[in-house]
């Protein structure tokens, strides 16, 4: 029942995006910058993935693959990053054979895709300052909301044990959540009055691209399949991901905002030449 539904949705999702951003025709370069971020999408998962077990399951992941993903989505418009996506998951299936694919997991390699797209595709038509506070609320909805979750959290149960956080953990999680909270926020301002417009709304779209992705993703929809699949319990899975996070999203914005840089100047070598 679950996998008719999010077979439902995916073909819900590749019906819109292909509806309102058809592909561009006759648009080669297109094409082939999708099959180049396929492939290093692929060799990311392969290559560049650690899979690290969680109360006896192999269900909390490390890796880059997001970020060519996500870069794939900003720079192309949704249909080429549903079928990006979509390729990805299929043909990672077919390299390392898993079993039966479930349908939660190809959904989030979609998101993953299609979500920074969209985002660019409305960004376009907002002011930077409007950008900006989306950004700075969802930060601070982020590292509000996860220093709450922590403090709440008690005793649980997984399987057989019960694991309990101590207060001086919670304190240490707590202080790293709001001063990653305070940094971002800091970045932001900062970068605003060195850098002209264009580049800070940029920056600012880059940065809501990849908060909105990891918290859809990673803290949403990840927790809630591995619960349905294997049994974890929603509310570990989502305690260990949050802490993943602080480390992982400074990475995906810094590092991704670099490659958007770097991307934009080949790509304008590539058109004068």
């Known amino acids: ?17 292909f509806k309102f951003y058809p592909f561009e025709k006759g648009n080669v370069m297109n094409l082939v910058l999708s099959a180049i971020f396929i492939m290093i999408t692929l060799i990311c998962k392969r290559f560049f993935t650690l899979m690290i077990p969680l109360f006896g399951l192999e269900s909390l992941k490390i890796g880059i693959e997001y970020i060519p993903l996500m870069l794939a989505g900003y720079f192309l418009s949704p249909s080429y990053a549903f079928m990006i996506g979509l390729c990805c998951d299929m043909i990672g299936l077919i390299l390392v054979p898993t079993g039966f694919p479930f ?30 506070k989306l950004v700075v609320g969802l930060i601070l909805i982020l590292g509000v909301g ?17 694991i309990t956080l101590t207060q001086s953990q919670k304190l240490i999680l707590i202080s790293i959540c709001l001063f990653l909270t305070v940094f971002f926020i800091g970045t932001i301002t900062v970068l605003k009055k060195r850098i002209n417009e264009v580049e800070a709304k940029e920056f600012s779209t880059w940065m809501l691209c990849v908060l909105l992705v990891e918290l859809i993703c990673t803290l949403v929809l ?3 399949w591995l ?8 509310v570990v899975s989502l305690c260990v991901r949050v802490i993943k996070e602080c480390a992982v999203i400074p990475i995906e914005i810094f590092i991704g905002y670099t490659l958007i840089k770097l991307l934009k100047r080949v790509f304008v070598r590539i058109e004068r030449s």
């Open 1 to 17: 029942m679950v996998q008719m539904i999010l077979a439902i949705v995916i073909i819900a999702l590749g019906i819109y995006v």
């Open 103 to 132: 349908f939660g997991f190809t959904l989030v390699m979609i998101l993953v895709c299609v979500i920074p797209s969209i985002v660019k595709t409305y960004s376009m038509k907002l002011s930077e300052k409007f950008v900006q």
């Open 227 to 234: 619960d349905i699949m294997y049994g974890l319990p929603y």
């Open 222 to 224: 990840t927790p809630l």
């Open 146 to 162: 996860a220093s709450i979750y922590i403090y709440q959290l008690g005793s649980f149960k997984v399987s057989e044990t019960m």
